[in-house]
Structures are given as C-alpha cells and as structure tokens.
Nanobody, 113 residues
Framework: VQLVESGGGLVQAGGSLRLSCAAS????????MAWYRQAPGKQRELVAA????????NYADSVKGRFTISRDNAKNTMYLQMNSLKPEDTAVYYC???????WGKGTLVTVSS
C-alpha cells in the first residue's frame, strides 16, 4: 500500500486545513487508518484513528472537538479536517494504514500565532 498525504501548509491560528491521504495498492486487509503527527523535538503521536469496518473513530484529547477524521472508500482516500488550529498543532502529519503498517511521507502543517 502506498500512501500520499496532501493539504498541509501555513495557516493562522484559528484557521482550518483539510489533509488528504490517498491510498493505492492492495488495501483489502486494511483495518485501521489513522493520522499521526510529530512536532520538532517530540515523539510521533496519534491524532485520530478510524476503523475501516465499523467507522468508529478515536481522537487525542488535544484535538477532540476540533479535528474530524473521515474516509471515502470509493476514492481510497482518508481525510483530516482541522478547525480552530492552534500554534501547538504545528507538526508534520503522517498518514497510517494497516495492518501491516504503512506510512506516508508526511505533510507539514504550520500554525502561526
């Protein structure tokens, strides 16, 4: 499975961005899709996840109520709608799908104060 993120960029605090993750290859066994992020000097952390079968979602406490994860099965694409962005949301955002684990190369989100 190959994953390509897009949609990152520079936005002012309070603004919005929508990230996309396009998947190609054999996605038949994919059960879990997620967004992670890694800020400078910090460990990679889970932001949001969605289970392919049930559509159940989970969010990090820091983004609950502001971010929404979704997927379009017909397009093999996953999204992360990010609203009310804060400077602390600045990070490289990575798309994950598995099993087995597959990662995108990441897209940079910068939120200015």
């Amino acid at each position: 499975v190959q994953l390509v993120e897009s949609g990152g960029g520079l936005v002012q605090a309070g603004g919005s961005l929508r990230l996309s993750c396009a998947a190609s290859g054999n996605t038949d066994n994919i059960n879990l899709m997620a967004w992670y992020r890694q800020a400078p000097g910090k460990q990679r952390e889970l932001v949001a996840a969605i289970f392919a079968g049930s559509g159940t979602t989970n969010y990090a406490d820091s983004v609950k109520g502001r971010f929404t994860i979704s997927r379009d099965n017909a397009k093999n694409t996953m999204y992360l709608q990010m609203n009310s962005l804060k400077p602390e949301d600045t990070a490289v955002y990575y798309c994950y799908q598995g099993p087995p684990p597959n990662w995108g190369k990441g897209t940079l989100v910068t939120v200015s104060s």
